[in-house]
């Protein structure tokens, strides 16, 4: 087929499911419900084109399926986007129903990135890790949605077409890529190679019937030889990798823009996120001090990291974590839990041990009760024994991580958005209002009593929240031009009190993760919405009403909307 009937095939589709919704061609339908067919029809083929992406939250239609990256297909997917993003533009926001108004926000900034990663930061061409991500087998050895002969079959499907994929990936990135999308490539395609030796062997060797387990057999040394092809292909470009990375200021707040609903010039940025750092410093010299005053800053931050469990104990430790924060959280009356589910702790896998603790949640759409998993990364057994206890997080590092991911971090707010009503807020995700969120409750659960008073607490608080206000400041200079990685790195350890293997990892993910100022940036706008509208009820002020009107929106509505809809069309600026 040649592109230019393609793409008229993809026009006339396009015509034919967007086009046919549009206020104009339905006269008699409200807009409203004009609105509604045009979403179901973008909503659909956002999964079709991302398949992966929609097994994870429980369409299982998609189960066993990797997307199309084939030039031709990603043609067809940018003018598809194109169209989405035309379309959900005509609509007036001013004229839907409030919710309608927000759906339209949610998916235009979900169009709007998929479009940027596409045409901006051509991720297809450049980042190695857009290639591995959908190959992901996770769920499918972890959770019991369907018999394991099912999933296996997935698995084994996924896994035979995993070497088609990763071999037009060797023909579709560039020759010349920045060396740390080569690091962080590689270090991805070795866990993966692992994790399938390993962990999805294991699992699948429950299934009984020797038909299956030969083919089993197949696609896992399919799946294998294919990520060892792919990791060679890497490696041979190593020697004329390069450093070119950065976004450029305009493409950067482009994409602040386009994602976050976030308006502002570089130079505010940086005042908000210096002024943050500012503070955070002083309160933990203070913390330093009450800590060991005889001590310097960064002696005393290194002491009070000394509270370290065993490595057999950090599992039990986080469960102990899980239920105190939970049963704090409602005692203290911080926010609603609307249901009695719960996050497991488990061990991550090793492919995934890139992250020191993240949470897993159950796809919010699976018809079977699943759990959620709250993964924490164990030291690896080859390490130096320093290195292993040095990985361990401190006890009370990992109560703000715990408050973080689960109570009432990131799970919290995974629950509120189950019980949306709208398909669209409980789907979609903004990077700055969950991860706002999340880094938000660490502070304020501090503020609320629930780390105790002891300056060893506050310092671990304020040793994440710094580590937070450098990746914000490193994300600027990164993609600015003004900060190498080497200078980002000493940034990590001058600022932000981290060891030089953690520093010199934080500068590289933000290489190839320039958003990750979203832990700052929405937590700021969080702060000051409370501010505002604090100021706006007066005595009839409650956090606990505050939080729970906040997360009525959905983890998946930018900031700036949410603060339209709590204080009024002249609620001012979000930061």
């Known amino acids: 087929m040649t592109r230019s009937l393609s793409i008229y095939l993809l026009l006339s589709l396009a015509l034919t499911l967007c086009c046919a919704h549009a206020p104009s061609q339905a006269p008699t339908a409200s807009l409203d419900e004009s609105f509604h067919q045009s979403v179901e029809g973008i909503y659909k083929s956002i999964f079709d084109l991302n398949p992966t992406r929609g097994s994870a939250i429980g369409y299982h239609q998609y189960d066993g399926k990797l997307p199309d990256y084939s030039p031709l297909a990603l043609v067809n997917r940018a003018e598809f986007l194109h169209h989405a993003q035309a379309e959900l533009e005509g609509f007036p926001p001013a004229k839907l129903s409030p919710t309608l108004r927000l759906e339209r926000a949610v998916l235009l900034n979900n169009v709007r990135g998929a479009l940027f990663n596409l045409e901006v930061r051509r991720a297809q061409w450049r980042l190695p890790m857009t290639w591995l991500d959908p190959i992901d087998l996770l769920s499918y050895v972890t959770r019991d949605y369907k018999p394991l002969d099912a999933r296996a079959r997935d698995v084994i499907a996924i896994c035979r077409a995993a070497g088609p994929f990763l071999d037009a990936a060797r023909t579709t990135l560039e020759p010349r890529l920045p060396r740390t999308f080569l690091s962080i490539g590689l270090l991805q395609t070795n866990g993966a190679i692992a994790f399938v030796k390993k962990d999805v062997t294991e699992a699948l060797d429950k299934v009984t019937d020797p038909a299956l387990r030969r083919e089993i057999a197949g696609g896992l040394d399919a799946c294998t030889a294919a990520f060892t092809r792919f990791r060679s292909e890497l490696e041979t470009r190593q020697p004329q990798a390069t450093d070119d990375f950065a976004l450029g200021e305009k493409n950067f707040l482009t994409m602040l823009s386009a994602t976050e609903g976030v308006e502002i010039d570089l130079a505010t940025l940086r005042r908000v996120g210096e002024a943050d750092l500012a503070r955070n410093l002083e309160a933990l010299k203070e913390a330093a001090h009450a800590f060991a ?3 310097s800053v960064r002696d005393a931050v290194l002491a009070a990291g000394d509270d370290r469990p065993e490595a057999g ?7 102990e974590q899980l239920a105190a924060m939970r049963r704090y959280v409602a005692e203290h009356g911080i926010v609603t839990i609307p249901s009695e589910d719960v996050a497991q702790a488990r061990e991550s896998p090793p492919f995934m041990r890139f992250n020191s603790a993240f949470l897993r949640s159950a796809p919010i759409f699976d018809p079977t009760p699943l759990p959620s998993f709250y993964f924490i990364s ?6 130096p024994p320093a290195e292993q206890r040095a990985y361990i997080p401190p006890r009370d590092r990992l109560l703000v991580i715990t408050i973080h991911e689960v109570w009432p971090g990131h799970f919290l707010d995974y629950l509120h958005r189950k019980g949306n009503a709208s398909k669209v807020l409980k789907t979609f995700g903004s990077y700055s209002t969950t991860e706002g969120w999340a880094h938000y409750t660490e502070e304020m659960m501090w503020d609320e009593g629930a780390l105790g008073a002891s300056p060893r607490a506050h310092i671990a608080m304020l040793v994440e929240a710094l580590t937070r206000d450098v990746r914000f400041l490193s994300a600027l200079g990164l993609h600015t031009g003004e900060l190498t990685v080497a200078q980002s790195t000493q940034l990590f350890l001058d600022k932000a009190f981290t060891d030089p293997g953690t520093a010199r990892q934080q500068a590289v993910r933000g290489t190839f993760d320039p958003m990750y100022l979203n832990y700052t940036l929405g937590k700021l706008m969080i702060r000051k919405l409370r ?14 009403a505050f939080h729970d009107q906040l997360l009525t929106y959905g983890g998946g509505v930018p900031l700036p909307l949410v603060r339209e809809a709590m204080l009024g069309p002249n609620a001012g600026p979000p930061l």
Do not use: E
């Open 313 to 319: 104990q950090v599992l039990a430790l986080a469960g």
């Open 293 to 295: 005053p005889d001590k």
């Open 531 to 544: 501010d505002d509208y604090k100021a706006k009820l007066g005595p009839a002020f409650s956090l606990k």
């Open 378 to 383: 164990a030291p690896d057994p080859a390490w």
